[in-house]
């Protein structure tokens, strides 16, 4: 005849608790490893967002004692003109770069999803771009796009058209800096390129097998496959697009004549040019 072992309450009390210490154990654990980016992002962008914020409601160059003025400061950015050009031209940019970038990323990632070789060597050749730093990108294009001895405009001699002044022009100061965007397109690419690489070619041999051609399969079938990556892409480039400082402060700071006066770079004058940095934070949280 079997007995049955009856677990006491103590007992079970006890095993109980272990099972807890050890999950509290885990879940310690788990925010040790944490622990320096949760600082990093409490100290560095949770709290330098609400001091920026506080800093929005007063009048202060940082250094005086400051003076509460409200919500003073964002009324006075949407009065200002100067306000009115940089988000224009932050607009015009992004009007710009996002299709644009969106089209030829994407037309590069489907030349590169070729088993063909070498296709690794264009891949690694594509994407360099993206890794280079963005002074020395900005400086390498203040040469190529010079209007006198630029290699644009060399190019452009040959074929018997004038070249555009570009940085020195209100009209082409801006798609300049497009252009040099659209250069780096490399992350974009390879975010469209392993979207593409996550469709299953099942789908797209049993579209051929039906008769559809490649335009037919790429639209019924790879595109709209590929519309979350697509998304994620575009979104990016909008939020990137209105962050833009780099190119412009290198290159033109802003000119000729505000022509590339973009809203980030705004925010910079005024900040850190002008030492208004009550209404510099009302536009970071503007742009925000």
């Not at 320096?36 to 009048?59: C, E, R, Y």
């Not at 063909?116 to 390498?140: D, E, F, Q």
């Not at 979350?228 to 400082?245: A, H, R, W, Y």
């Amino acid at each position: 005849m079997a007995t049955g072992r009856v677990e006491t309450p103590a007992a079970a009390r006890t095993r109980s608790w272990r099972r807890l210490s050890q999950r509290t154990v885990e879940e310690l654990t788990a925010y040790l490893f944490l622990s320096p980016w949760i600082i990093g992002f409490v100290v560095f962008t949770a709290g330098a967002m609400i001091a920026s914020f506080f800093i929005s409601l007063n009048d202060t160059d940082l250094l005086s004692i400051a003076k509460f003025v409200g919500l003073r400061n964002y009324q006075r950015a949407f009065l200002a003109p100067l306000f009115h050009k940089a988000l224009a031209v932050t607009a015009y940019y992004t009007a710009l770069v996002v299709p644009l970038g969106t089209i030829i990323a994407l037309v590069i990632a489907l030349m590169l999803n070729q088993k063909v070789w070498p296709v690794g060597v264009w891949r690694t050749i594509y994407y360099l771009p993206a890794v280079v730093s963005g002074v020395a990108v900005a400086l390498l294009w203040g040469w190529v796009l010079n209007p006198d001895y630029g290699l644009v405009n060399q190019a452009l001699a040959l074929l018997g058209i004038k070249g555009p002044r570009w940085f020195a022009s209100e009209q082409w100061a801006v798609p300049g800096l497009v252009l040099i965007a659209l250069w780096g397109t490399g992350t974009n690419m390879l975010l469209y390129l392993a979207g593409l690489q996550s469709i299953p070619t099942e789908l797209q041999e049993a579209a051929k097998i039906d008769g559809a051609g490649p335009w037919a399969v790429f639209r019924h079938v790879t595109l709209p496959l590929l519309t979350p990556t697509i998304f994620f892409n575009v979104v990016i480039n909008i939020i990137g697009s209105f962050q833009v400082f780099t190119n412009a402060y290198i290159l033109t700071q802003g000119g000729p004549n505000n022509a590339t006066l973009t809203l980030v770079l705004y925010l910079y004058r005024e900040g850190f040019q002008l030492f208004h940095f009550g209404y510099a934070s009302a536009v970071a949280w503007i742009l925000f």
